[in-house]
Nanobody
Framework: QVRVVESGGGLVQAGGSLRLSCAASGSAFSVSALGWYRQAPGKPREWVATITAFGSTDYATSVKGRFTISRDNAENTGSLQMNSLKPDDTGVYYC?????WGQGTQVTVSS
């Protein structure tokens, strides 16, 4: 059974950095795409980034050039490095694999 657990959120000033982690269980990790989404208060959940099983990456326009998604198949983990953070990046960040979602981790960027 697949499970994903996010960690690494916190409070940071604008311009700062955070690194989110996603720990996944299940033998299908290395053949599965991994995605990050976020949800700001009062707004729908939005896609942030995806990394395929082969390591190809794609990013939302709003984060391209600032965020980097990666994965470690040996450790069954994924990461989202977030640099040059803006207040608009505030929200709960979710990791997903095979349509299974974690509980989310809060990111708050102060101005």
């Amino acid at each position: 059974q697949v499970r994903v657990v996010e960690s690494g959120g916190g409070l940071v000033q604008a311009g700062g950095s955070l690194r989110l982690s996603c720990a996944a269980s299940g033998s299908a990790f290395s053949v599965s795409a991994l995605g990050w989404y976020r949800q700001a208060p009062g707004k729908p959940r939005e896609w942030v980034a995806t990394i395929t099983a082969f390591g190809s990456t794609d990013y939302a326009t709003s984060v391209k050039g600032r965020f980097t998604i990666s994965r470690d198949n040996a450790e069954n983990t994924g990461s989202l490095q977030m640099n040059s953070l803006k207040p608009d990046d505030t929200g709960v960040y979710y990791c997903t694999m095979r349509n299974v979602w974690g509980q989310g981790t809060q990111v708050t960027v102060s101005s």
